[in-house]
C-alpha cells in the first residue's frame, strides 16, 4: 500500500478548535474596548460550557498539569508556554499518548450553541474596533494559515511573530497553544508502526483473534471482516473488541493510496474516541469518576487496561 503524503488540513478542519476558528470572522460595527477584547471574548466562549465555564476551566487546568507531569512545561508561566511553541517551531516534534490530545477531549464537553453564536457577534466587533490589536493580527495570521497546509512548526512559528510572551498569559491564547501541541504529537502519531513491529516488540499478546483489520478504500467505505461497514457499525464493533480483548486489542488499519487524508484522521479519531468511551464508563465503574476526573495512577491502569493500539499492516 503506497504511504500517504502528510498534510495537516483534515486535521486542522475536523472539529479540534474548528468552534473557535469559526469566531475569526470579519464584519460589524465598533466597539470602545474597556480591556483586552482577547478576555472579553474568552469569556464569552467560557460561558458557553457547563457550570458557567467551570467544565472548560477544569480540562484546560487538567491538560495544563498533563504537560507539566510529562516535562513539556516547567511551570503554567507564560515564558514557558511560549517557549514550548518556540520549540516547536524549531522542528522538535512532541511525543505523547493520542489519547491525551486535548482536542479529543474539549469535544466531548457539551456547549450552548446559541451563546457560540453571540460569541461570533462579539468577535466582529472586536476586530473591527482595532484593526492594529494583537487579537487582529492573530485573526488574520490563523485565518492564512487554514489556506495552506502547513505543519506544525509552521503553525508555531507563524503565531510567534504575532504573539508576545504577555500574550501566552491570556487563556484565548492558550487554547491555541493547546491545538498546535495536538498538531504536533499527531503528526509523530500517524506515523504507525507496522504490525510486525509491534510483534517484534512484544506487543501482540494472543494468536490473532485480537487484531481488528480495518480497510478504508478510495470510495471512503470502510471493510470490516469482507463486509462494508457504516461509520455507526465501525463504533460498535470497535466497542466491543476493546471490551472483549481489553490490554490485547490491536487494530490493523490498511488505506489505499487515494484516500483523503481527512478520512484517514476521522478512522484514527473514531477508534480512539470508541477506546475513550469505553475507558470512561469503566472509570465510572470502578473508581466512581469520569476518565478526566482520575489521578495520574488511576488513568495510567486504566490506560493498560484499554490501551489505544493502532497500527499499520
Request: glycine letters at 2%.
Given at each position: 500500500m503506497k504511504k500517504l503524503p502528510f498534510t495537516t488540513t483534515g486535521y486542522r478542519l475536523s472539529g479540534l478548535f474548528l468552534c473557535l476558528i469559526s469566531l475569526l470572522l470579519f464584519s460589524g460595527m465598533g466597539l470602545a474596548q474597556e480591556s483586552r477584547p482577547e478576555d472579553k471574548l474568552f469569556e464569552c466562549i467560557r460561558g458557553a460550557y457547563p457550570n458557567a465555564g467551570l467544565s472548560l476551566d477544569s480540562?484546560?487546568?487538567s491538560f495544563e498539569g498533563e504537560l507539566i507531569e510529562e516535562g513539556?512545561?516547567?511551570?503554567?508561566?507564560?515564558?514557558?508556554?511560549r517557549g514550548l511553541l518556540q520549540q516547536i517551531a524549531s522542528g522538535q516534534r512532541i511525543i505523547r499518548?493520542?489519547?491525551?490530545?486535548?482536542?479529543?477531549?474539549?469535544?466531548?464537553?457539551?456547549?450552548?450553541?446559541?451563546?457560540?453564536?453571540?460569541?461570533?457577534?462579539?468577535q466582529s466587533k472586536l476586530l473591527s474596533a482595532n484593526e492594529e490589536s494583537t487579537?487582529?493580527?492573530f485573526a488574520i495570521t490563523k485565518n492564512n494559515l487554514l489556506q495552506q497546509e502547513a505543519s506544525a512548526s509552521v503553525e508555531a512559528a507563524s503565531l510567534l511573530e504575532v504573539l508576545s510572551v504577555t500574550d501566552f498569559e491570556l487563556p484565548y491564547y492558550r487554547l491555541f497553544t493547546y491545538y498546535i501541541i495536538d498538531m504536533s504529537a499527531t503528526e509523530v502519531s500517524l506515523e504507525l508502526p507496522s504490525l510486525a513491529q509491534l510483534q517484534a516488540a512484544g506487543g501482540l499478546q494472543s494468536s490473532?483473534?485480537?487484531?481488528?483489520?480495518i480497510y478504508l478504500n478510495e470510495e471512503q467505505q470502510l471493510v470490516v471482516n469482507d463486509n462494508i461497514y457504516s461509520w455507526e457499525q465501525l463504533k460498535e464493533t470497535i466497542s466491543a473488541h476493546i471490551l472483549q480483548f481489553q490490554k490485547d486489542a490491536v487494530y490493523v488499519?490498511?488505506?489505499e493510496s487515494d484516500v483523503k487524508y481527512s478520512e484517514l484522521i476521522r478512522l484514527k479519531?473514531?477508534?480512539?474516541?470508541?477506546i475513550t468511551t469505553v475507558r470512561n464508563n469503566y472509570a465510572r465503574?470502578?473508581?466512581?469518576?469520569?476518565?478526566?476526573?482520575?489521578n495520574p495512577e488511576e488513568t495510567a491502569l486504566v490506560n493498560r487496561q484499554f490501551p489505544i493500539l493502532i497500527v499499520s499492516p
Open positions: 480540562l484546560m487546568l513539556l512545561l516547567e511551570t503554567n508561566s507564560a515564558t514557558d508556554y499518548p493520542v489519547e491525551r490530545n486535548f482536542g479529543r477531549r474539549f469535544l466531548l464537553l457539551d456547549k450552548d450553541s446559541l451563546i457560540y453564536l453571540d460569541c461570533r457577534d462579539m487579537l487582529y493580527r490473532g483473534a485480537n487484531v481488528l483489520r488499519l490498511e488505506v479519531d473514531e477508534i480512539a474516541l470508541s465503574s470502578r473508581f466512581n469518576k469520569t476518565f478526566m476526573e482520575l
